[in-house]
């Protein structure tokens, strides 16, 4: 759209978008197929790591494919229609106990599975922490699902009691098993830590009889949580309890993808529900800028992170 022209050119000039995918999923208007030239074979995991499926069969609410599956360097991973977990496992001396589900973002039409994928799971891992990345189905059924994704929304579900069931095999403490997510992986982890208690599919194993419940859930630069743009509004999808757990929000001021009223609602709701939560607003930096170093406050966030999982206990 043409309106977010000033914005692309603000976020490039400050250095916080390097990697286009993330934001030109969000947008309204489609984006390109990916030609020949650019596209990829389907997303593989560096050496060392395996994708394990997250459905013994055909995924619930199976949407008609797209094409195969391939990762654009300008666009991100696209047509994923096999969701899947891998892991990523600190060393044994180092290890805390603690694990993160990484949801990366995309508008829920592709994953930026470099920028919000696997560069933070290098992070978690340097401090002690197991990190799970998920590669969730996109796209959605509608091009720009202002409420979220369903599929996305089952995958994630699966995925935390997938690890839940698999805590001693991969050393994880069950009790300390969180989500951190961006942009739609931020409304993603928002979404789970209100939906967990009725699965959004029928169960179809003993897996599905282990909670989802995310014991922290951290949305970065989160969308999809404030819909009306006349009222200041939560997404009524999302209806927080005083059993939600402890909320991390970290969102800019000039992020012109998702406004920071995607944040302030989400707070003004924890709060009223007497949950724990933190918020970091920072007046630079856009959107989709990962941990990609620059010279504005809010790339310290990873440090006030790890502070705050330390106050609430898990670290």
Not at 17 to 32: G, I
Not at 145 to 168: F, H, K
Request: net charge positive.
């Amino acid at each position: 759209m043409n309106k977010l022209k000033p914005c692309l050119a603000t976020l490039c000039a400050l250095g916080v978008l390097p990697l286009t995918s993330a934001l030109a999923a969000d947008r309204s208007e489609p984006t390109k197929p990916a030609t020949t030239s650019t596209a990829a074979k389907a997303w593989e995991p560096s050496p060392g790591h395996v994708q394990i499926p997250l459905w013994p069969g055909k995924p619930p609410d199976a949407l008609p494919t797209k094409g195969p599956e391939f990762n654009s360097k300008t666009e991100g991973l696209n047509n994923v229609s096999k969701p899947t977990i891998t892991v990523y496992s600190p060393p044994e001396s180092n290890n805390t106990g603690v694990a993160v589900v990484v949801i990366p973002g995309g508008g829920y039409k592709v994953l930026a599975m470099d920028l919000e994928g696997t560069e933070i799971c290098d992070w978690l891992t340097s401090k002690g922490i197991t990190a799970v990345l998920l590669k969730y189905r996109v796209p959605s059924a509608k091009l720009y699902p202002a409420r979220g994704s369903v599929q996305a929304l089952e995958d994630l579900q699966r995925a935390m009691s997938l690890v839940r069931s698999r805590a001693a095999e991969w050393h994880i403490n069950p009790h300390k098993i969180g989500v951190l997510g961006f942009s739609a992986g931020g409304h993603l982890a928002a979404w789970i830590s209100n939906t967990y208690e009725k699965r959004a599919y029928k169960p179809i194993d003993a897996i599905d009889k282990i909670s989802c419940r995310p014991d922290f859930a951290a949305p970065i630069y989160p969308g999809h949580l404030w819909i009306d743009r006349n009222k200041f509004e939560l997404n009524s999808d999302i209806h927080v309890t005083s059993k939600t757990p402890p909320t991390f929000l970290l969102q800019n001021e000039d992020d012109r993808v998702d406004p920071v009223e995607h944040s302030l609602v989400y707070y003004r709701a924890l709060r009223a529900a007497g949950v724990p939560v933190e918020m970091h607003l920072y007046a630079q930096g856009g959107h989709a800028f990962g941990l990609r170093p620059s010279k504005l406050p809010v790339s310290k966030w990873p440090q006030l992170v790890e502070t705050w999982l330390k106050t609430i206990g898990m670290l």
